[in-house]
């Protein structure tokens, strides 16, 4: 299964998500605790480790177990979450 997780609040998310029309659910994570558990984000840091404002995007990719498989700090591309998710199986 494939979740967003952003920092945003709820009307910007719905709007973004409308807008890009993204198949996957977003989690909220105004505190960034699932982005600083998952590697995505530091604690005290004021965003994720990518800049979105670039379109960049961190990613996880977690097994099955919970376990993290693969940090991927900076996605920027469809082309490339594709070939992340790819190599995996």
Known sequence: MVFGVNDRDQESVRAW???EG???PVILDPDRSIA???GMSTAGDERYLANPAEGRRPAVIIGEDGAILRLLPDLATVE????ALAGLV
């Not at 490339?80 to 070939?83: D, H, K």
């Open 80 to 83: 490339g979450q594709i070939e």
């Open 22 to 24: 993204l198949p996957f």
């Open 17 to 19: 998500v409308e807008k």
């Open 36 to 38: 600083i558990a998952f």
